[in-house]
């Protein structure tokens, strides 16, 4: 724990608008905006001695409050007010945001009870819309005898989830910012619950385009739903528990994934009777639609934007601070200049990318080494699912506690390869058991990764928006995943399984190496141990368990 250096004056500083947070270590000198031009979202500043309230929390600008004294000894001038503002590891603020500071200062910290039934709720719809969204895919061999269609034009029903979410996520977040979590709510679920009705319509085989049109609906509904899990931890969630309700979150979408590949294969068997595959794909459709139709209500009648005080301060922070203040444009210029940033999104885009591909391709690839094999197929898309469930829940808690987000990934990203290399080499040997174990495995670290990379995103972009960052992550992963899945699906066709799977561990090997070079920028850490210290030296009780006040983001699928 880094401690402010205390000095036996402060440093005399006017209160002219300035800025001056450079990243630690770095020798970038300070500079100051041009006269009349009002200072961005900067990054993790560090809080100096605690001169006035407002420095007392460190929060969503990275700034902190800063009010200016000017010595006997004359005034300095700006040049020199700015390096000593710096060698204190101080930054001023600008009139409005003192205001808000202030503001959220006196602004009462409180845990709703609802934000359990908020983000099982969520969790609940987003698994409705994953299990739509691998319910062709696990049953791949049926769709296609049914609809009489290509295996790639079933393919595509999954990959039309990946290939939606990546024009719309920035009209979808945007609008996250603008208008809040309950309208994004209300709009994914309803999506979702309409997409499931219309598949209703397409259960005769020349129907195949309405059930295109009810999965592209589903499609739509997904850009709603995976922005959401970082923003309701913050939203929430005390700084002591968003990356486990973060967790819980993306649970959902996993868990959706999983029933996906264990229900559609008991469901709808292989008959060769037309009429009888009809009634039982009938039946998954059904029920699908009455489940995310009740899912829908009770977003309408328990889902409401905010808890009634912020779970934080830095929430508190946050919903004081004016709205004109924060430029989505900005904030996403500001994150693809990040380099660490860069190659996270990439790194993450491979991981993920591999992932969508291989739960896409799995029928396919246990069916051609197991004839008749639909249901096991079905059984290890939901070992690698559930494996990764506990993998995302473990690896959420020990971030919790150890915050060592740069081991904790590269460590894992190496497993993933370990993982998918071992059940590359074991697909083929003709022993069930040693393909679900070696399933089991890649899914631990794999799927465990999801989370994982979100609350990476967040310390190394903190303080920008984690709904910004988290679907800049998610558009790499749906690109990759396209790639992938088409790329790995013809080199099956051509020369089987396992050139197929080498191909997906050549890319996990360079997201390997690239992860080795990202640099652990903790700007979100650096920002709570500069915040804790300022409110104990403010004579503070710091909050929560950790006294972590910087909000919290992550996300999946």
Request: aromatic letters at 10%; one cysteine or more.
């Amino acid at each position: 724990r880094q401690v402010c250096p205390s000095a036996a004056a402060p440093p005399v500083v006017p209160s002219f608008p300035s800025r001056c947070s450079p990243p630690r270590g770095s020798q970038t000198p300070c500079t100051a905006p041009a006269p009349g031009r009002g200072g961005g979202r900067g990054g993790g500043g560090r809080a100096g001695p605690p001169l006035t309230a407002a420095a007392s929390e460190l929060g969503g600008g990275g700034r902190a409050g800063f009010s200016g004294q000017v010595g006997t000894g004359g005034e300095p001038s700006p040049a020199e007010a700015r390096r000593a503002a710096c060698a204190a590891g101080m930054v001023q603020q600008e009139p409005g945001e003192a205001a808000a500071a202030a503001a959220a200062g006196t602004a009462e910290v409180r845990l709703s009870r609802r934000r359990w039934v908020v983000v099982l709720l969520f969790s609940s719809y987003s698994l409705c819309n994953a299990f739509q969204w691998i319910q062709y895919s696990s049953i791949n061999n049926v769709f296609l005898r049914f609809y009489g269609v290509s295996a790639f034009a079933i393919d595509w029903l999954s990959m039309s989830y990946m290939l939606t979410y990546i024009p719309l996520l920035f009209p979808v977040a945007w609008l996250l910012d603008k208008r809040g979590l309950r309208l994004i709510a209300l709009a994914g679920s309803a999506l979702n619950a309409l997409g499931a009705w219309v598949k209703l319509g397409s259960l005769k085989p020349h129907l195949f385009p309405v059930t295109v049109l009810g999965q592209v609906i589903c499609s739509l509904a997904q850009v709603f739903i995976l922005g959401m899990p970082s923003r309701i931890a913050s939203v929430w969630f005390g700084s002591h528990e968003v990356s486990t309700a973060c967790s819980i979150a993306v649970f959902g979408n996993q868990l959706g994934i999983a029933v996906g590949f264990l229900v559609p294969p008991v469901l709808v068997p292989n008959v060769e009777d037309v009429e009888k595959l009809a009634y039982h794909i009938s039946i998954m459709f059904f029920m699908t639609a009455g489940v995310a139709t009740a899912l829908f209500i009770l977003v309408v009648i328990v889902f409401k934007e905010k808890p009634q005080h912020p779970p934080s301060r830095a929430q508190a922070l946050i919903q004081s601070r004016p709205p004109e203040e924060y430029s989505y444009v900005q904030s996403i210029l500001r994150l693809l200049r990040n380099a660490n940033f860069l190659l996270l999104m990439v790194t993450y885009g491979l991981n993920t990318g591999c992932f969508y591909a291989l739960s896409t391709l799995l029928n396919r690839m246990v069916i051609h080494h197991y004839p008749g094999e639909e249901v096991n197929a079905g059984r290890i898309g939901l070992t690698i699912i559930l494996s990764g469930m506990v993998g995302a829940l473990i690896s959420g808690i020990w971030l919790d506690r150890t915050k060592t987000y740069k081991q904790t990934t590269l460590v894992i990203y190496i497993m993933s390869l370990a993982g998918m290399i071992a059940y590359t080499f074991t697909l083929s040997l003709g022993h069930l058991w040693v393909v679900f174990v070696t399933a089991g495995v890649l899914g631990f670290f794999m799927t465990g990764y999801l989370p994982l990379g979100f609350e990476f995103a967040a310390e190394l972009t903190y303080p920008e928006s984690e709904g910004t960052s988290s679907g800049l992550l998610n558009v790499s992963a749906q690109i990759f995943g396209i790639a992938f899945t088409i790329g790995q699906g013809q080199i099956m066709d051509r020369y089987g399984t396992k050139a197929g799977n080498i191909f997906l561990c050549s890319f996990l090997f360079l997201g390997t190496v690239m992860t080795a070079f990202i640099k652990a920028d903790l700007r979100r850490q650096q920002a709570n141990l500069d915040n804790e210290q300022t409110v104990i030296q403010s004579g503070e009780r710091p909050e929560g368990p950790r006294s972590s006040s910087a909000p919290t983001g992550c996300s999946a699928q």
